[in-house]
């Protein structure tokens, strides 16, 4: 037996949001537009939407100040603006951080009582609706009920729950164009990701989701060494984006292992790009879990024929060049922490304190 459950609309394709204005009309009567600092501007998202809230008469608040790894003080302000402006829905464009803050804020603005901590009760809180414009291809955000914040000790933690699935994601390849080669390259090694530790954890359960794992992992493993030769080919960003997305509709029904927490506190403390960290981790966490679950690692990562293949493939991006500057300290407090994380209960195999302790000082060198 098995089930999936997403209810976002997706709608894809150069030209998607003018193409659809309709339904942002459908989705509330004022908009509150959620970005980054730069990504929503020079992607030519921003621009478009202006154009279209100005023919269908939305009118709009901007708030374009989400950080990387957003924080819950960050979060926090953003909730403030949304609730004087009274816009009644939210739309966000940008990369996972801005579209992951824009959820917190939809759920906060309908609960003003909350603060962010409160967020991680695991109940289902009512959100307002939150329409998603990705500028990178990587999370996979816009198709999942997950929002990934910073706490103020630094520590990234994701909170998930079925009403922050966005109503609708619009995905335009043309807004990806403008990534330069290190995002491109750290976003789509986070889908990776997504796709191969989806499928560690699906473990071939559920075909539909076993079908978009080797899709979007297959898809990466062909396009991103070709996209890095031609960067300004969109067809190509086409195929990320949507690889991006379907790995995303895997973790939105798997989540994610220990790949992904191992990685947050190098993304938190060393400023590592969130789909680099990952990257970094994929190799030993895999070996690790071959230990116990050889056939499962050898299935979850086709077309890559064996964990070798895999490494080779991470390596031609030089992902380990720069060895990190990781005190004894941090890696005894982050080993402590990841060995807590509820990532591990469901990546099959040991992962306790000494496997991270020797995964961190492998980053380092020693
Ligand atoms: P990001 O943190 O949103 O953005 C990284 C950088 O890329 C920023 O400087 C951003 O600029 C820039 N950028 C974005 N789009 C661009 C474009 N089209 N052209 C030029 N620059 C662009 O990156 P991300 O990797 O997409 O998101 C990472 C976050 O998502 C992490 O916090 C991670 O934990 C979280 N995450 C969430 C999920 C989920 O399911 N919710 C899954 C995995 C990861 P601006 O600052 O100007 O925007
Ligand atoms: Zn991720």
Known sequence: ??????????????????????????????????????????????????????????????????????????????????????????????????????????????NPELSCKELYGGSNLMALPVIAVPTTSGTGSEVTPYSILTDSNGIKKGFGMPSIFPVLALLDPVYTLSMPWSITLATALDALSHSLEGEIVNSAQNPLVKMLSKSATEIIARTLPLVREKQDDLILRERLQYSSMIAGMV???????????????????????????????????????????????????????????????????????????????????????????????????VFDRDFYINLYRELRGN
């Open 251 to 349: 973790i939105a029904h798997t989540g994610t292992t220990a790949v992904h927490a191992a990685g947050y506190p190098l993304s938190s403390f060393k400023g590592v790009k969130h789909g680099m960290a990952n990257a970094m981790i994929i190799p030993s966490v895999f070996e690790r879990i071959a230990l116990s679950s050889p056939d499962t690692v050898l299935n979850a990562i086709k077309p890559f024929d064996n964990l070798e293949e895999l490494r080779k493939f991470l390596d031609r991006f030089d992902i380990w060049r720069d060895k990190l500057d990781i005190s004894d300290d941090e890696v005894l407090e982050w080993s402590t922490q990841s060995e807590r994380a509820a990532h591990n209960k469901k990546t099959p195999g």
């Open 1 to 110: 037996m098995w089930r999936y459950f997403l209810p976002t609309r997706v709608f894809s394709g150069s030209g998607v949001l003018k193409e659809n204005a309709g339904l942002l009309r459908e989705t509330g009567t004022k908009a509150f537009i959620v970005t980054g600092r730069n990504s929503a501007r020079i992607s030519g998202a921003l621009d478009d939407l202006y154009e279209i809230l100005k023919v269908i008469e939305i009118p709009h608040f901007l708030f374009d100040e989400v950080e990387e790894n957003p924080s819950f003080d960050n979060v926090e302000a953003g909730k403030r603006a949304l609730l004087e402006s009274e816009c009644d829905f939210v739309i966000a464009i940008g990369g996972g951080s801005p579209l992951d803050a824009a959820k917190a804020m939809a759920v906060l603005a309908k």
